[in-house]
């Protein structure tokens, strides 16, 4: 058995190096494909090896496994296009900016992060004035709360940046409303204003905008290194990688702009965790000046704080997560719980939650019962 | 442990023969139950190698029982699927035990009780090989060929007696090629065999254990969401050939109904492409190369619909095609 490190360095290596795909034998790709799956960048490993020009010379085994995870990835971006397209019907009269984030952005904005992608829901944010209008507006074109109960209900609109998430009663497709990028309780003073403030309009789709270059990247960082959910976090890694080159390489003055954007929107820190990540696991050229003026503003903490998050950065797969992973996993959601609200609403919310897990835990047999369709 | 499979071939020239193909039912039954407990046991499952692994003593059983005919990949083979059932661990295993299906070492699907875990098993391999690749359209739906290799494809949804039909094609001498999964290839519209063990449900086991007093069956698994369900082995002759593609010649919707004569009726070409959408796993995923693929199926394939009661009336009408 391969040491642990070892699978996710292997995998990245050939993201890095994918003109070596067809080098790999047999035996290695049975164990890398499920790796690259849990990290959920098999499409993303696919579209490296197609863009190298080499996947006809891969085996026909991992060759299917790449040319299915292409298709996979190719639905899910003609279906973001028509679910933002469907949005913005429904908000043509909302009469204040739609900015499309995340996966959302990167497709419509053509970004290098929608390489090999893939989604599971759509995020928009409007102006927190502006959100019940839209609520209205999406309620009228079939867009209905997902069912949740009336905590869940009360936690979302008390306490959190976004309204519970809704589905599209036909199409199924869940849609995040957001009205700022992090919780309004979280120890980060995010002015909104500001982020609509720098949004760019997206050519092509009236209405709809796209954050600034330096926003984007934030609120990816905010939302791995402060929220504490590691599912997808190498993807999301991988993903500010890609922003970072493509933003480094085509607009003016990024690197400079970069550190005096992430103070002014107190983003430092998570900014700080995920260069320190970027730079070490993916290699992303981060220049020197950028990353001095950052850290001499952050101090230590994210340095130290880099090994637990390494761990964490480990692909959810046993040939790479061993106890050490799972405890830092477990260290970070609790440290994502506590930058997103105060102990005094933290600690009925995780004894709420603890005491749902053991009801559900008793009606599972009922529930089990339905699974499988 | 080492996985369990056959030595690695070595390098050999175009013209020597091919290595013999080793079958789990030559392996020693402690082999099997070793590297189902340990690496996992390398099962061609048609064009897929599964890796499969399991310690649940009715699995082992199960396995043995009902892929005594499959082809084990050789050690080098590339695994497409890592698939472990396995009990669910924490204080209610000594209450109500669960079971739980994992693909890539991740859990699919809620747990089940473990009586279940024949289904579970079954099931989840279903999953893993309709909606975890894409690189073939695949379709819900029987498949059987006859001998000269033309096949007819048997949409249907739960409850239309496609396994039962199928089940009884396959008794009267038709090739299985699958009862569930019909997989097309996207290149040239050949129907790719994947014959595993035929899922009976209900009244149709009662059925085919009359007519077949032979046949090789699993564990009864009662109260699933299907009801009783019991797997039936596929005959070894459809296993040897699961690599002959075989060429589509007809799509037949059945339907069983009480006393109804076994009635063939032709179907439009437009309404049988419509209602394979339907029984589609991947239609949305692979796009207009699913929409090529069903549109080369129906112009290849005679449509028609198919009411049947009675199990014999309906093998002569398919002989008769």
Redesign the interface.
């Known amino acids: 058995m391969p040491s642990p490190p070892s699978m996710r360095s292997e995998l990245l290596r050939l993201m890095g190096d994918p003109g070596s795909a067809p080098a790999l034998?047999?035996?290695q790709?049975?164990r890398l494909l499920?790796v690259a799956?849990?990290a959920r960048l098999l499409g993303r490993l696919a579209h490296a090896v197609q863009g190298a020009g080499v996947l006809p010379a891969v085996?026909?085994?991992?060759r299917?496994?790449l040319?299915?995870?292409l298709?996979?990835v190719?639905?899910h971006h003609?279906d973001v296009r028509a679910e933002v397209a469907h949005i913005m019907e429904a908000l043509k009269d909302l009469g204040a900016p739609v900015v499309l984030l995340k996966g959302a952005a990167y497709v419509l904005g053509d970004l290098p992060a929608a390489d090999g992608r893939l989604f599971t829901d759509t995020d928009v944010m409007v102006p927190a004035a502006a959100l019940n209008r839209a609520e209205s507006l999406l309620a009228l074109a079939g867009w209905v709360p997902a069912k949740s109960d009336a905590y869940d209900t009360l936690y979302y609109r008390r306490w959190m940046h976004q309204v519970p998430p809704l589905v599209h009663f036909r199409r199924g497709t869940v849609l995040d409303l957001h009205h700022t990028l992090v919780p309004p309780t979280a120890r980060v003073a995010l002015e909104a204003s500001h982020v609509f403030g720098a949004a760019r309009p997206l050519p092509g789709v009236p209405g709809a905008w796209l954050p600034a270059p330096a926003d984007m990247v934030l609120h990816s960082a905010a939302h791995l290194f402060n929220e504490g959910m590691f599912n997808n976090a190498l993807r999301d890694l991988s993903d500010m990688d890609r922003l970072l080159r493509h933003f480094g390489a085509t607009e003016p003055e990024f690197w400079d702009n970069l550190p005096a954007r992430a103070r002014r929107l107190d983003m430092e820190t998570p900014l700080a965790h995920a260069l320190i990540a970027a730079r070490s696991l993916l290699g992303t050229p981060v220049p020197e000046a950028a990353a001095a003026r950052l850290m001499a503003r952050t101090g230590l903490g994210p340095r130290l704080l880099s090994p637990v998050f390494d761990a964490a950065l480990q692909p959810?797969?046993?040939a790479c997560r061993g106890r050490g992973a799972a405890a830092a996993v477990g260290f970070l959601y609790l440290r994502g719980h506590w930058m997103r609200m105060p102990l005094r609403h933290l600690v009925p919310h995780l004894t709420r939650k603890a005491w749902r897990a053991v009801l559900e835990?008793l009606h599972?047999?009922t529930?089990?019962?339905?699974?499988?369709? | 442990m080492t996985a369990l499979s056959a030595p690695p071939r070595p390098p050999r020239a175009a013209t020597e023969p091919a290595a013999p193909v080793i079958r789990l039912r030559d392996l020693p039954p402690c082999a099997v139950r070793a590297a189902l407990g340990g690496d996992g046991l390398r099962l061609s499952l048609g064009p897929y190698t599964v890796n499969l692994r399991t310690r649940l003593p009715e699995l082992v059983a199960m396995v043995e029982r009902l892929y005594a005919a499959h082809p084990v990949a050789p050690a080098d083979a590339f695994v497409d699927v890592e698939a472990e059932v396995r009990s669910a661990a924490g204080p209610r295993r000594w209450i109500s035990p669960q079971v739980l299906f994992l693909r890539d070492s991740e859990v699919l699907f809620q747990p089940q009780p473990r009586a279940h875990a024949p289904a579970m098993m079954e099931w989840g391999l279903n999953w893993c090989l309709s909606v975890g690749i894409h690189d073939l359209m695949v379709l819900h739906a029987a498949v059987v060929a006859r001998p000269d290799g033309r096949a007819a494809v048997m949409p249907a949804p739960p409850g239309s007696g496609k396994s039962t039909l199928c089940a009884g094609l396959v008794a009267a001498g038709w090739r299985l090629l699958s009862d569930e999964l019909c997989l097309v290839s996207l290149h040239d519209g050949a129907l790719i065999p994947c014959p595993r063990p035929l899922n009976l449900k209900n009244s149709s086991i009662d059925v085919i254990k009359a007519r077949q007093p032979d046949a090789v069956l699993g564990p009864e698994v009662r109260d699933t969401s299907k009801g009783v369900v019991r797997h039936l082995a596929p005959p070894a002759d459809s296993v040897t050939r699961a690599g002959e593609p075989a060429r589509p010649a007809w799509v037949v919707f059945p339907t069983w109904a009480e006393d109804a004569p076994a009635t063939m009726t032709p179907l439009g070409r437009a309404d049988a492409f419509l209602r394979l959408v339907e029984n589609c796993f991947n239609y949305h995923i692979l796009g207009g190369a699913a929409f090529a693929a069903l549109g080369t199926l129906t112009d290849a394939a005679e449509p028609c619909a198919f009411t049947y009661s009675d199990l014999d009336d309906a093998v002569a009408a398919f002989d008769a095609l």
Do not use: I, K
């Open positions: 034998t047999p035996a790709w049975s499920p799956r849990q085996p026909d085994g991992p299917r496994h040319t299915g995870a298709r996979l190719a639905a003609r959810a797969h046993p835990g599972a047999d529930t089990s019962q339905r699974a499988m369709r």
